[in-house]
Structure formats: structure tokens, C-alpha cells
């Protein structure tokens, strides 16, 4: 007898057509069975060991989050509702061209320090647990297989698929330094991404404004695309700039694809600050005539108008040459420290796209030192105020003293723009949200079902249908993941079940750890996570590799 057969669900499968009722059988992780309208036919029902009325309820694929930062999240945080509880049963790791693989003693450090501000240090002071991560892997290949063993052999929340972080690479090759590669770092740079396509990775990411990725050229970026492409991955970046520039930062991104024959994934793909409101139609036009033109390309957007980084991601580009220490050794430097207030307040710092900084648009959102705590939760203008000082002081305060980790919500979106991007036909879902800290970015605990209840429900941005499919379909097309996106049979038992009429996101900027509400079951591999709307002890989540070309 089959494991489970959920009855009378309203099955919206993913493929963007129309929803029908149905029994969904489950067995051994995958789904063996689907029959329309069994109880309205009067035909003999499927039976399993357990039954689920699912009357009321929508049953569709599981969510895949194009754009998450779980990579610590999910080898410290065995709970993991930030995700788990929104439906989401599988994660895109890596992004923004810097992450924990491939590294070495040296470039670990630096690395952990420039995103810990992002993703934490891997310890107790983030997870509230009683151990330190060991971050007892190099390669690629070690840190899925770490992502396989999980916290204590037992797996990972959800899944999790894996980007080759492009700034890591050249850490390796080329060090944080502002320079052209020579030809022998290149190569090592190309041996180097061939080896973690080969062990597992889906992709390359690239984060045009972080250090030290931030640092090569178009041209060394298509010959590494090449590498990907050899493999049947994708090409995911943060383009260079989303303000004045986001346009034409966009299209050297369709440049390097044209060039490379890599597909293109476009992240958070939406321009921001007030220099850009109304000016989708504008990238949506790039896009549209490089797709009919034969060029892959997807993107992804969180559907929120908040963005999420680092302070220090705001600084330019030059400030960052070196690494972290450097970045530090000339925060401390007070007229080195002014040339940096100056590109960012008067000129515009590459780092903040080449717009003056707003300091009430930037709020802090996390940070690693405790004495720090008070300035979560607000901008950097009112922790400014509440000291009797300017905005710069308290900026160069919590980048010195967190060093230089602070997390921050950008708030520099425009609903209207959004919304055009959203419902273009290569848009999936991407949280981009931060999930550790004080407070964190609500994004981490609320994108998808803000999805369901903001975009469909209330807003009529995209029907149930439509949107399901961009999160579900789509971005398992992109990941070249043979198996999962739909409700079929033959396919893994990653499955939502959620209520139509209720779902919604409970996080917000004042409660920013809210779980979701109207999403009372969620399986991995058929297996409960998510039951009766509360997280089980199931660790169903493991690595999910590379399918050959």
C-alpha cells in the first residue's frame, strides 16, 4: 500500500494551466499517482496508509527560492522555518559571487568576514545554538557533501542547490586587488570553475558591486561563462549598478551571454532609486530583444520594494581593494575615511549606484557585536540623531566596531516597477533575504507567501496559476532539475498545501520572525515538514547536484 494519497485537493500543478481537483497519490518520495475528480465520477478511489482531506485547499510543486542566503543558515539552523514554513522545499546557494566554496585557509577568513554581516559568523551568537560551525571544507563538492550530512548526519531543512561564487574564484586566483588577471590566473580561475561545475554546482554567480568580484572585466567574466556553459549551467549576477546605470549594467550582463553562449540569470532584477521610477518598461525592452534573439535569459525579483546588502556593500569600489582589513585600515584613516563620505554623500559611490546615500532609506538590520545591538531596527539618519552627530560618523562607527559586518534594508523600490517585472514571462521568485540577526529582513520569512497573498489574492498582480508557475516551473527549468516544478507523476513528492483564501506573509519590519499563515503542510521527498501548520523534527533536505548535459 502507497505511503499517503491527499485527498480533493485543487492541484494548480505549476505548468501555469488551468487547476483541477484531484487524489494525488505519494509513495517512496515521489508521486505514483494523480486521478481528476475521482469522487465526482463515482470511479473506485486510491487508497494509501494515510489519508489527507485536502478540501479547500490548493496542492502545488514546492517553492524554489532563486535567490537565498541560508548558506550557514541551513548547516546551523536545524529548524529553518524561515523557509520551511513558506512553503519553500528547495534554495539556490552561493549568490552574489561570494560564499564558502571554493575557498582556502587564507581566503576563508576574508570571506567569512565580508558577508558575515549577510550570513553570520556560523555560531552561536547567530543561531542561538550551543556549538560553532566547523567549517571543515574547501571545495565545492565538500561543502554539498557537508550540506548532506547537515548539522548531525541527519540532512538539511530543504533542499539547497549551489552557484560557484565568481569573487570567491578570483579571491583564489587573483587575491581582493583591483587588477586585470594575467593569463595564468585566468586559467587557474577557469581549472577552478571546471571543478566545481564537475562536483556538483548548477551555475556561477557574480556580484558586480562586491569586492573582490566587482573587480574583473567583461572579458574575463565571458571566458569563465564559457567554462559554465561547457556544463549546462547558468550565469547568475548581481549587475553593476541599479540605479542610473541599471539599464546598461543589464545589458553588459546579455553581452557576456551573447558572447559566452551562457544562459543568464538576472538577480533582483529590478532598477531602483528615484532616478529609475517608471523605467521597467526600459529594461523589460532589453530583455525582450535579446530573448528574441535567441539569448537565454532569466531573472528573479522578491517582490517587495526593499532591498537587502551590507553597509559596507554601499562604500566604493576602491575602499574595498585589499580585503576587509584594508577596508578597516582606511575607515580608520580620517581623510581617507572623508573620501569615502564624500563618493558616497555628494558624488555617488559605485557601491551605492552611483547615487548619494539617503541615510533614511538605510536601516540597520543586523549586526555581529553585541554592544551594537541599539542601532538595530533603525536608519542610520535616527541612530545619527539620537547620538547628536552626522550620518557618516554612525556609518564609520558600525563599520569600524562590527568589522565591517552591519546588515542593512535599503528601501529604494518602486511598487509599480516591480509589478511590471513580476509579471514578465522569464520572472521567478527570489527571496534575497537575510534570515539571521536581531532583526532580519522580512523578505527571509515572508517572500513566497506575499506572493500567494499580496501579489494574487489582493493585488491581482498575477493569477494563482501564473504565479505558482514562477515559482515553481520556471525556476526548476532553469536549474535543469528533471524531476521537480510540477505536479506529475514520476515526479518528487515536494509539495505546498495551502488555503487560497488566507495565506499571507506574518513578517514585518516589526515582527520580522512571523511565521506565514495558511500554508498547513508542506512534504520534501514525501516526507512532512510542515504539518498542521507546524514545523516537524524531519530533515528531508539534502544536496541536490548538477544534472549531466
Known sequence: MEDLVIRDADVVDGSGGPSYRADVVVDDGRIVAIVQEAAAAGCQRPSAMRELDADGLVLSPGFIDMHAHSDLALLCDPDHSAK??????????????????????????????????????????????????????????????RLDH????????????????????????????????????LERMRLLVAEGMEQGAVGMSSGRTYSPGRYAGGAELTELCRVVASYGGYHCTRHRSCGPGAVDACADMVEVARNSGCPLHLAQATPDFGVNEGRAPRLLSLLDEALAAGVDITLDTCAHTSGCTTLAGLLPSWAGEGGPEAVLARLADDATADRIRHELEVVG?????????????????????????????????????????????????????????????????????????????????????????????????????????????????????????????????????????????????????????????????????????????????????????????????????????
Open 349 to 549: 559611490s559605485d557601491g551605492c549606484h552611483g547615487v548619494p546615500v539617503d541615510w533614511d532609506t538605510v536601516e540597520i538590520s543586523g549586526v555581529t557585536a553585541a554592544h551594537l545591538a541599539d542601532h538595530v531596527g533603525r536608519t542610520v539618519r535616527e541612530s545619527a540623531d539620537l547620538r547628536g552627530e552626522a550620518p557618516w560618523t554612525t556609518a564609520r562607527r558600525l563599520l569600524v566596531e562590527d568589522r565591517p559586518a552591519p546588515a542593512i534594508l535599503h528601501q529604494v523600490g518602486h511598487e509599480e516597477d516591480v509589478r511590471a517585472i513580476m509579471r514578465h514571462r522569464v520572472h521567478t521568485g527570489g527571496s534575497d533575504g537575510i534570515p539571521h540577526g536581531a532583526e532580519p529582513d522580512p523578505r527571509a520569512y515572508g517572500t513566497f507567501p506575499h506572493y500567494l497573498g499580496h501579489c494574487v489574492r489582493e493585488s491581482g498582480v498575477l493569477s494563482l496559476e501564473e504565479c505558482v508557475a514562477h515559482l515553481t516551473s520556471r525556476p526548476a527549468a532553469r536549474l535543469r532539475l528533471p524531476d521537480r516544478g510540477l505536479v506529475r507523476e514520476g515526479y518528487r513528492a515536494d509539495l505546498v498545501l495551502f488555503d487560497p483564501r488566507t495565506v499571507a506573509t506574518g513578517s514585518v519590519h516589526a515582527a520580522p520572525r512571523t511565521l506565514s499563515t495558511g500554508i498547513p503542510h508542506v512534504l520534501i521527498d514525501g516526507r512532512f515538514v510542515i504539518e498542521d501548520g507546524r514545523r516537524t523534527d524531519t530533515l528531508a533536505g539534502r544536496a541536490i547536484r548538477r544534472s549531466p548535459v
Open 84 to 145: 520551511a514554513a513558506q512553503g519553500v522545499t528547495l534554495e539556490v546557494l552561493g549568490q552574489d559571487g561570494l560564499s564558502y566554496a571554493p575557498v582556502d585557509d587564507r581566503t576563508l577568513a576574508g570571506v567569512r568576514r565580508a558577508i558575515a554581516g549577510r550570513d553570520g559568523h556560523g555560531g552561536d551568537v547567530d543561531f542561538d545554538l550551543d556549538f560553532d560551525l566547523d567549517f571543515d571544507w574547501r571545495s565545492v563538492g565538500e561543502y554539498l557533501d
Open 150 to 185: 547537515g548539522v548531525d548526519g541527519r540532512g538539511i531543512a530543504v533542499n539547497a542547490v549551489y552557484l560557484i561564487p565568481q569573487g570567491a574564484v578570483r579571491a583564489l586566483a587573483v587575491g581582493w586587488e583591483d587588477r586585470a588577471a594575467t593569463p595564468r590566473e
